[in-house]
C-alpha cells in the first residue's frame, strides 16, 4: 500500500512538473517575435553628422520608406565602440561604415544588400593638394602624386592601431615592413632641407593610417611634418584656402560631393591613391537579416 501510494504522489509531481515546464516554454514562445526594427528600437548607428555617409545614408531611409526609423549622430570610434558593445553580447545593432576598416578584420560582419543603388558604386580615395604646392615642394608634390596602395595594406595598419599601437608607431611599422612599395612612392624625388608641410585628415580610421603613413614617409624624406585632423568642411576649406599643404581623405565621388561641388577649382586633385572602398549599412553576420528592404 505505502508503495503504492509512493508511486501515486511520484507520478501526480511528475504531472505537475510537466505541466509547468510546458507553461514555461508556452510564456517564452507565445509572444510575437520581434523585428528587426524593435530588436534595434528602429537605430541606425552613425558617424559625424557632416559626413557624407549620414546624407547617403537619410537618402536610403527616404528611398526604403523607414519614416520610423532614427539615424543616430556620433563618430567613427563611437560607432565603433557601440559595435564592439552590441558584438561581444550577441546583441543585434545596425551601423554606417565603410570598407576599408580594421573592424572587418575583427568581426564577423556584413552589408546589407542595397538594391535601389542609394549607396552608389565603389568609392575612391583621392589626394588632394593647394594650388601652388607643385612650385613651392616639387618633391612633396611627387610623392604625393606617386603614392598608391591597395585597401588590405590600410587594413593592415588600421588593425595594428586598434591593437594599441600608436598611430605614428603602426605607420612606421608598415613603412619598413612594406620598403619595396613605398620605393614606388619616393622614386626620383630628392630629400628635402627640413620644409614644413600640413597634412590635413578626418579623423577616420582609415584617414588615421593613410595620413600617418604619407606623413611617415615624407618625414624621412626630410620634410618637417605637421599632421592636422579637422572635420570634413574644414579639411576641404584647408586645401581650398592653403592653410593646408594637401591630404590624402577626399572621399570621392559620393561621400565628399558636396565639398567637391563647393570648392571645385580652388585645389588641385591628383586622382586615386586608393580604389576599391564601400559605404552602407552594416551588421553582425549572426542577425537574420539580408536587405535594407528587411527593415521596413
Keep these: 500500500m505505502f508503495k503504492k501510494s509512493?508511486?501515486?504522489?511520484?507520478?501526480?509531481?511528475?504531472?505537475?512538473?510537466?505541466?509547468?515546464a510546458g507553461c514555461g516554454n508556452k510564456e517564452e514562445t507565445s509572444g510575437e517575435v520581434k523585428t528587426v526594427g524593435e530588436q534595434v528600437k528602429y537605430e541606425i548607428v552613425g558617424i559625424d553628422p557632416g559626413a557624407g555617409l549620414m546624407k547617403l545614408t537619410k537618402q536610403a531611409m527616404e528611398d526604403y520608406d523607414l519614416a520610423d526609423w532614427k539615424l543616430?549622430?556620433?563618430s567613427g570610434a563611437a560607432m565603433t565602440a557601440s559595435l564592439k558593445k552590441a558584438y561581444d553580447k550577441k546583441e543585434p545593432i545596425i551601423v554606417t561604415s565603410w570598407t576599408p576598416h580594421w573592424m572587418f578584420s575583427s568581426f564577423d560582419l556584413k552589408y546589407l544588400e542595397d538594391p535601389k543603388g542609394t549607396y552608389g558604386d565603389a568609392e575612391f580615395i583621392h589626394t588632394l593638394v593647394r594650388h601652388g604646392l607643385k612650385e613651392d615642394m616639387p618633391n612633396a608634390y611627387q610623392v604625393l602624386d606617386q603614392f598608391n596602395w591597395e585597401p588590405n595594406d590600410m587594413a593592415d595598419v588600421m588593425v595594428l592601431?586598434?591593437?594599441?599601437?600608436?598611430?605614428?608607431?603602426?605607420?612606421?611599422?608598415?613603412?619598413e615592413e612594406n620598403a619595396e612599395k613605398v620605393s614606388t612612392w619616393t622614386?626620383?624625388?630628392?630629400?628635402?632641407?627640413g620644409e614644413e608641410i600640413t597634412l590635413i585628415y578626418v579623423a577616420w580610421d582609415s584617414e588615421i593610417a593613410s595620413t600617418n603613413v604619407i606623413g611617415k614617409v615624407l618625414e624621412d624624406l626630410g620634410f618637417k611634418v605637421k599632421l592636422q585632423q579637422v572635420e570634413p568642411g574644414p579639411m576641404w576649406a584647408g586645401i581650398a584656402s592653403g592653410s593646408a599643404d594637401?591630404?590624402?581623405?577626399?572621399?570621392?565621388?559620393s561621400t565628399?560631393?558636396?565639398?567637391?561641388?563647393?570648392f571645385e577649382g580652388q585645389?588641385?586633385?591628383?586622382?586615386?591613391?586608393?580604389?576599391?572602398?564601400?559605404?552602407g549599412l552594416v551588421v553582425p553576420t549572426y542577425m537574420d537579416i539580408d536587405s535594407i528592404e528587411d527593415l521596413k
Excluded: R
Excluded at 509512493?6 to 509547468?20: E, K, P
Excluded at 622614386?187 to 632641407?193: C, D, K, L, R, S
Excluded at 594637401?246 to 565621388?253: D, I, K, M, Q, S
Design 6 to 20: 509512493s508511486l501515486l504522489l511520484l507520478a501526480a509531481i511528475l504531472v505537475f512538473s510537466l505541466t509547468l
Design 246 to 253: 594637401a591630404t590624402v581623405a577626399a572621399w570621392l565621388p
Design 256 to 262: 565628399h560631393a558636396d565639398y567637391y561641388a563647393e
Design 187 to 193: 622614386e626620383g624625388v630628392e630629400t628635402a632641407n
Design 72 to 74: 543616430l549622430e556620433s
Design 161 to 175: 592601431i586598434e591593437g594599441g599601437t600608436d598611430p605614428k608607431d603602426a605607420a612606421a611599422q608598415w613603412v
Design 267 to 279: 585645389f588641385e586633385d591628383l586622382g586615386p591613391n586608393l580604389e576599391g572602398t564601400k559605404l
